[in-house]
């Protein structure tokens, strides 16, 4: 059984690293892992604390298996334990575990191996280990309180580059970005690299007030300007976000018809595509930034998990957020 303070003396949190996020069910799923942002359990569920939202409680198969996508076949801490009870697992939120993931042979209940893991030898299935080892973490956060800018890269141009809001906003759509939203000063006077701590000068931001006055930021706070107004400005690149899949489960009728469309927004503009066992499904009309999966006559062998997949490049990187569609299939018994 876990010492629960033996652990909780040494804990030291890390900024993370966020490397994949998807959507399911009015929640988004961010998974964290990397050489510097690895935790223990107890460290995984204060990042989550703090960066808002919960370490993951996958309680049902469909939202598990969306966790294990996102996790991308790493090992990941997942909330749930049997810290206070050997055997007796529960989810950091009280409840008992009812519906389990377990690997075969799994959980082995040795001494310590208390806290659980996902993909353990298997995409979806559960491992119990000692919660002092190092994993990465999915943290479950709901849609209307999920920033993307955890993976935007922001841009200032100062200088001779000072103009008005509304030519900044054109600059920065002709540089596949927008206007910078920044809403905090933490992520103005620490992720905007060329912001000079000792300068006070305002920086537009997309924050229009009226038709006169525009939104700006500087050291001294958010605030606004005459729009007309030569300011230096911000651009942003922005991960894909703000995905929708208009149906996330269906049970159809063999022959069936059924149309799933999934879209997302972003700057510069996603690529939307559908997939199937990580192969590009063939029956989908694609359009700017959205996708429609055509299911036509389903079969038998048209059941199980799709995933919506919207990509973009922000500061050269390819960014992926995906979506994710269960289809069952019933016949008609006569």
């Given at each position: 059984?876990?010492?629960?303070?033996?652990?909780?003396?040494?804990?030291?949190?890390?900024?993370?690293?966020?490397?994949?996020?998807?959507?399911?069910?009015?929640?988004?799923?961010?998974?964290?892992?990397?050489?510097?942002?690895?935790?223990?359990?107890?460290?995984?569920?204060?990042?989550?604390?703090?960066?808002?939202?919960?370490?993951v409680l996958p309680?049902?198969?469909?939202?598990?298996?969306?966790?294990?996508?996102?996790?991308?076949?790493?090992?990941?801490?997942?909330?749930?334990?049997?810290?206070?009870?050997?055997?007796?697992?529960?989810?950091?939120?009280?409840?008992?575990?009812?519906?389990?993931?377990?690997?075969?042979?799994?959980?082995?209940?040795?001494?310590?191996?208390?806290?659980?893991?996902?993909?353990?030898?298997?995409?979806?299935?559960?491992?119990?280990?000692?919660?002092?080892?190092?994993?990465?973490?999915?943290?479950?956060?709901?849609?209307?309180?999920?920033?993307?800018?955890?993976?935007?890269?922001?841009?200032?141009?100062?200088?001779q580059n000072a103009?008005?809001?509304?030519?900044?906003?054109?600059?920065?759509?002709?540089?596949?970005?927008?206007?910078?939203?920044?809403?905090?000063?933490?992520?103005?006077?620490?992720?905007?690299?060329?912001?000079?701590?000792?300068?006070?000068?305002?920086?537009?931001?997309?924050?229009?007030?009226?038709?006169?006055?525009?939104?700006?930021?500087?050291?001294?706070?958010?605030?606004?300007?005459?729009?007309?107004?030569?300011?230096?400005?911000?651009?942003?690149?922005?991960?894909?976000?703000?995905?929708?899949?208009?149906?996330?489960?269906?049970?159809?009728?063999?022959?069936?018809?059924?149309?799933?469309?999934?879209?997302?927004?972003?700057?510069?503009?996603?690529?939307?595509?559908?997939?199937?066992?990580?192969?590009?499904?063939?029956?989908?009309?694609?359009?700017?930034?959205?996708?429609?999966?055509?299911?036509?006559?389903?079969?038998?062998?048209?059941?199980?998990?799709?995933?919506?997949?919207?990509?973009?490049?922000?500061?050269?990187e390819r960014s992926?957020?995906?979506?994710?569609?269960?289809?069952?299939?019933?016949?008609?018994?006569?």
């Open positions: 059984m876990l010492r629960p303070n033996a652990f909780i003396c040494s804990l030291s949190l890390t900024f993370a690293a966020l490397k994949k996020t998807a959507q399911y069910k009015g929640t988004t799923l961010k998974f964290y892992v990397g050489e510097q942002d690895t935790t223990i359990f107890a460290g995984a569920i204060l990042n989550c604390y703090y960066k808002g939202g919960w370490l309680k049902y198969s469909n939202l598990n298996q969306a966790v294990a996508n996102v996790a991308n076949g790493y090992k990941a801490w997942i909330g749930g334990s049997d810290i206070y009870g050997e055997g007796a697992y529960r989810w950091n939120d009280g409840e008992y575990v009812e519906w389990a993931s377990w690997h075969p042979n799994e959980p082995t209940n040795n001494e310590y191996q208390d806290c659980i893991t996902t993909n353990h030898r298997g995409s979806g299935k559960w491992d119990d280990d000692m919660c002092e080892k190092l994993h990465g973490y999915v943290r479950q956060i709901p849609n209307n309180k999920a920033s993307p800018q955890e993976r935007s890269k922001f841009r200032a141009f100062t200088g103009t008005s809001y509304f030519q900044a906003k054109s600059v920065c759509q002709n540089r596949r970005s927008r206007l910078a939203l920044i809403e905090d000063l933490y992520t103005f006077e620490h992720r905007v690299p060329e912001i000079d701590g000792s300068s006070f000068a305002e920086y537009w931001v997309s924050h229009q007030q009226d038709v006169d006055s525009c939104g700006t930021i500087s050291h001294d706070g958010i605030s606004n300007a005459h729009c007309l107004q030569a300011l230096p400005f911000i651009c942003e690149q922005v991960a894909p976000y703000g995905l929708s899949v208009s149906d996330e489960e269906a049970t159809l009728e063999i022959g069936s018809n059924f149309n799933v469309e999934c879209s997302a927004s972003d700057f510069p503009t996603p690529d939307v595509k559908w997939y199937r066992h990580n192969v590009y499904v063939a029956h989908q009309k694609r359009g700017v930034a959205k996708s429609t999966l055509v299911l036509d006559n389903v079969n038998s062998e048209n059941d199980g998990m799709y995933v919506c997949k919207a990509t973009n490049e922000v500061d050269g992926i957020t995906e979506g994710y569609f269960w289809l069952g299939i019933t016949t008609i018994l006569g």
